[in-house]
């Protein structure tokens, strides 16, 4: 029989901070910002998420991350990249652009995606008001991630500007994700 994980408030909402099954509504779990990107909930307890709390171990899936993405108009989920493992997202409300293979789609409400190991993709909010996406990707062993350079991505504030496999040499020009709900949050769909 698998034991219930033991929910706590980390500081921006509930997380898992021991291992087990547990039940939390996305109004009520923990998220995580970053300034030039999108807003988070991870559902898992990762470093981001407890920042400032060295006295809980993260729990993390291990064989499916979850999250939900809310992006701002024209601020991206992330940066351009391929992971070795399939993601797949549905759009749950607003509109965004995926720049996809060297494409740009644009996708609303209830539109899905579906990115097999080293498909090349990212969100940018896109439209009057903010994109929510549901975003689940498998996690392989050994897991990889590469961050390839593309001017259209760039174009978008969506891409790194020399390919790379590590996440901080990408990431470097943004801040760090930090604990927060993302902005206008009495405005979403689950408050």
């Given at each position: 029989m698998t034991d219930e994980a033991r929910l706590e408030d980390v500081g921006?909402?509930?997380a898992p901070v021991t291992p087990g099954w547990f039940v939390v509504n996305a109004a009520d779990a923990a998220w995580v910002r970053n300034a030039g990107l999108a807003s988070r909930c991870v559902f898992e307890s990762n470093p981001r998420v407890l920042q400032g709390r060295p006295d809980v171990q993260e729990q993390r899936f291990d064989e499916l991350g979850i999250m939900l993405s809310v992006l701002e108009p024209g601020k991206p989920s992330g940066l351009y990249h391929?992971?070795?493992?399939?993601?797949?997202?549905?759009v749950l409300a607003g509109e965004c652009l995926?720049?996809?293979e060297e494409q740009e789609?644009?996708?609303?409400a209830w539109d899905f995606v579906h990115c097999p190991a080293g498909t090349e993709h990212i969100f940018v909010g896109a439209g009057d008001g903010r994109c929510l996406i549901f975003m689940?990707?498998?996690?392989?062993?050994p897991y990889a991630t590469e961050y390839p350079r593309s001017d259209l991505a760039l174009r978008h504030g969506a891409g790194a500007h020399e390919t790379t496999t590590v996440p901080a040499e990408a990431y470097a020009p943004f801040q760090t994700w930090r604990p927060g709900r993302p902005p206008g949050w009495s405005d979403l769909p689950w408050a």
């Amino acid at each position: 029989m698998t034991d219930e994980a033991r929910l706590e408030d980390v500081g921006t909402g509930l997380a898992p901070v021991t291992p087990g099954w547990f039940v939390v509504n996305a109004a009520d779990a923990a998220w995580v910002r970053n300034a030039g990107l999108a807003s988070r909930c991870v559902f898992e307890s990762n470093p981001r998420v407890l920042q400032g709390r060295p006295d809980v171990q993260e729990q993390r899936f291990d064989e499916l991350g979850i999250m939900l993405s809310v992006l701002e108009p024209g601020k991206p989920s992330g940066l351009y990249h391929a992971e070795s493992a399939q993601e797949d997202f549905l759009v749950l409300a607003g509109e965004c652009l995926l720049v996809i293979e060297e494409q740009e789609l644009r996708l609303r409400a209830w539109d899905f995606v579906h990115c097999p190991a080293g498909t090349e993709h990212i969100f940018v909010g896109a439209g009057d008001g903010r994109c929510l996406i549901f975003m689940a990707g498998g996690r392989s062993h050994p897991y990889a991630t590469e961050y390839p350079r593309s001017d259209l991505a760039l174009r978008h504030g969506a891409g790194a500007h020399e390919t790379t496999t590590v996440p901080a040499e990408a990431y470097a020009p943004f801040q760090t994700w930090r604990p927060g709900r993302p902005p206008g949050w009495s405005d979403l769909p689950w408050a």
